[in-house]
């Protein structure tokens, strides 16, 4: 028995070591991958639902390891947040993003939004304010085509912060977005307090639309209220004719979702940009 326990002990610890190193060896190569140029930007399209327009894009972080290939974020924003680097590929995603915008405005492309996910380490870290004016000034991108999704959970550490911050971004012709909406405990009176524009429903609570009578209620809900809020309601995750449909009797702004498009590589989403209709 304590032989077992023994080889059970090793087996533990060899088990964390393995993790550990796969962590650093992850740490380094996100290193590597900042200075290398492995970062791409993606662009999923947003849609108003009533005119069927590409009104803006959301910008989602690539990596292009030359080994493993394109890497999503879920399997790396929190190594980086951990260790501090989400600064600088924030950083660089926001600065890319309005760069790319610029480019395309400067190509006579339909203006749009382009909305960039900002982790709650960058709001609280330095003077973001004056981070984004500088990147808006050196790319051309105008601010008022800007909006920074934040999560719901973001919003709820340093509460009285966060909306000096929010004010001061929206100050300077930025837009505030709301992202997972739904996932947090925000009430009603709790979101009054912040400047916001845009309440993005998680999808979550559009994936099982029209089956999960709940779901819905709770999607119908948060549209409701982001309306009384005067706030524009945007969908996420939609995938089928019956979810857009359902939003569409909700009076849901826009959406999201793989019904329209997948995340496109920066070219692809001018393709489909340059082939829209004036409205
Ligand atoms: P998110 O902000 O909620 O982004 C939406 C995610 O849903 C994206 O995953 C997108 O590809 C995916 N998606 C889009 N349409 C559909 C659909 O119809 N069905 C389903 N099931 N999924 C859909 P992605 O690109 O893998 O990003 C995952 C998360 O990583 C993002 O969630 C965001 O929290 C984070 N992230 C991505 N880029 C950045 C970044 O530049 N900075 C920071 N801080 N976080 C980022
Ligand atoms: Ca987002
Ligand atoms: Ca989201
Ligand atoms: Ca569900």
Redesign the pocket.
């Known amino acids: 028995a304590k032989h077992d326990g023994r080889d059970g002990y090793r087996y533990f610890s060899e088990e964390l070591f393995l993790k550990a190193k796969a962590r650093l060896e992850l740490e380094q190569r996100l290193h590597r991958a900042i200075t290398g140029q492995e970062f791409k930007?993606?662009y999923?399209p947003q849609i108003s639902i009533k005119t069927n327009q590409i009104i803006g894009a959301?910008?989602?972080?690539?990596w292009d390891d030359p080994e493993y290939g394109l890497i999503?974020?879920?399997e790396f924003?929190s190594v980086?947040?951990e260790t501090g680097l989400?600064q600088n590929?924030?950083e660089w995603?926001l600065y890319e993003t309005c760069r790319q915008g610029r480019d395309w405005l400067d190509q006579h492309l339909p203006p749009i939004n382009l909305a960039?996910?900002?982790?709650p380490l960058?709001l609280h870290h330095g003077d973001v304010r004056q981070l984004i004016g500088t990147i808006l000034h050196n790319s051309g991108f105008p601010a008022h085509h800007l909006e920074l999704?934040l999560?719901e959970s973001a919003l709820m550490e340093q509460q009285e912060e966060t909306v000096k911050i929010l004010q001061g971004l929206r100050q300077q012709g930025i837009r505030i977005a709301i992202?997972?909406f739904g996932t947090g405990y925000s009430s009603l009176a709790y979101l009054k307090q912040f400047p916001l524009d845009v309440l993005?429903i998680?999808?979550r609570f559009v994936?099982d639309i029209p089956h999960e009578r709940d779901d819905m209620e709770i999607a119908a809900t948060i549209v409701a209220m982001g309306h009384s809020l005067r706030l524009t309601v945007l969908a996420?995750?939609?995938?089928t004719k019956a979810q857009l449909e359902f939003l569409e009797q909700q009076g849901c702004d826009y959406y999201?979702?793989?019904?329209y498009s997948?995340?496109l590589p920066a070219e692809e989403f001018a393709q489909l940009l340059s082939q829209q209709n004036p409205p």
Not at 116 to 119: F, K
Not at 236 to 239: A, I, P, R
């Open positions: 930007v993606f999923q959301e910008a989602l972080l690539r999503p974020p879920s924003i980086a947040e989400i590929i924030g995603v960039v996910n900002l982790s960058q999704e999560t992202d997972d993005k998680d999808k994936e996420e995750g939609v995938e999201q979702g793989y019904l997948m995340p």
